[in-house]
C-alpha cells in the first residue's frame, strides 16, 4: 500500500513506471508525451455524437446505458492527464477508468442466458460486478499489475461473449459491423503491443506515434463493437422496439459511427 509520505511523488512527472515511444518532452516543456496527450481529442468528439446517436435506444432499454458513453469522456480526460504527465496516478486514472467503463458494459449487457446459476436477475448481476470491479480497483492500488489482469479477464470474456451470441446470426449488415469492430479491435491492439515491445524500431524510422493511433482507433472500435453489442442485446431484451443498425452522417455509406434506431417506439404502439 502507498505510504503518506509517497503521496506527492505519485503526482510527479514522470512517477510511473510506464514511459511509451514517443520522446518526451519533445514539443512542449509542460507536457511529456505531446502526440499521445492531443491524440486523445477523439475521445471528446466520437463520446457525445454516441451519447447523442444512442439515447432512443437507451430512453427504451435503460438510461444507464448513457454513462458508457459518460465515462468514455473521463477515460480522455484521465489519458490526457497521464500522457501530459506521466505520474503514477494519471495511470492508475487511465487504467481504472477502462476497467469501470468494461464493467459498466459487462453489467448492462451481458446476456441473462448466461448469468451464473445463483444470480437470480440483472439487478443482482449488476451487484456482483461492481464488488468485483470495486475489489480489482483497491487491489491495483496495492499491486498495480493486477489491474492488466482485470482489463484482459473482461475484455476476454466479452469477446468470447459476443462470439456465442453471432453464432447463429445471419444477418449481413450485423455480421459486417461484427467484422469491422474485430478488425478495428486488432488494429488497435497491434499499434498498442508495437509501441509498448517494437519501441526500437519505430524509434529508427522516426516514427513513435502508435500509442496515439491506438488512443484513434480504440475509441472507434469502442463505438462499432459496443453499437454491436448493445444491438444484439436489443434484438432479445425490446424486439418488439424493432431495432435496426444505421450509420452516421450518412447511413447509405455504411461507413462512419453505427447507432441503434428504433423503427417502433413506445408513443406509436398500439394498446387494447
Excluded at 56 to 65: D, Q
Excluded at 185 to 214: E, P, T
Amino acid at each position: 500500500m502507498l505510504s503518506f509520505e509517497k503521496m506527492p511523488g505519485v503526482f510527479s512527472y514522470e512517477s510511473s513506471a510506464v514511459d511509451w515511444c514517443e520522446d518526451n518532452y519533445k514539443h512542449s516543456d509542460n507536457v511529456v508525451e505531446y502526440f499521445n496527450t492531443m491524440s486523445n481529442f477523439v475521445f471528446f468528439v466520437v463520446a457525445p455524437i454516441m451519447l447523442y446517436l444512442m439515447h432512443p435506444y437507451a430512453r427504451e432499454r435503460n438510461l444507464a446505458i448513457h454513462l458508457v458513453w459518460l465515462m468514455m469522456i473521463f477515460v480522455g480526460l484521465f489519458s490526457v492527464y497521464f500522457h501530459m504527465t506521466l505520474s503514477f496516478v494519471g495511470q492508475m486514472l487511465d487504467e481504472l477508468s477502462i476497467l469501470w467503463v468494461l464493467a459498466i458494459g459487462y453489467s448492462l449487457w451481458f446476456p441473462r442466458k448466461h448469468f451464473p446459476s445463483f444470480v437470480r436477475d440483472r439487478t443482482s448481476f449488476s451487484r456482483l460486478v461492481l464488488v468485483i470491479t470495486a475489489t480489482s480497483t483497491v487491489s491495483s492500488f496495492i499491486k498495480p499489475t493486477a489491474n492488466a489482469y482485470a482489463l484482459n479477464c473482461f475484455a476476454l470474456h466479452i469477446l468470447y461473449s459476443v462470439c456465442m451470441e453471432l453464432k447463429g446470426c445471419t444477418d449481413q449488415r450485423v455480421l459486417r459491423l461484427a467484422w469491422a469492430s474485430f478488425g478495428l479491435w486488432v488494429l488497435a491492439i497491434s499499434c498498442w503491443i508495437s509501441d509498448r515491445f517494437g519501441c526500437s524500431f519505430w524509434q529508427k524510422i522516426n516514427f513513435c506515434y502508435l500509442h496515439g493511433i491506438w488512443h484513434i482507433l480504440i475509441v472507434v472500435a469502442t463505438a462499432y463493437g459496443s453499437t454491436l453489442i448493445a444491438y444484439l442485446d436489443a434484438s432479445v431484451e425490446i424486439p418488439h422496439s424493432l431495432p435496426d443498425l444505421q450509420y452516421w452522417p450518412q447511413d447509405s455509406w455504411a461507413l462512419g459511427l453505427p447507432y441503434i434506431v428504433l423503427k417502433s417506439h413506445t408513443k406509436t404502439r398500439k394498446r387494447c
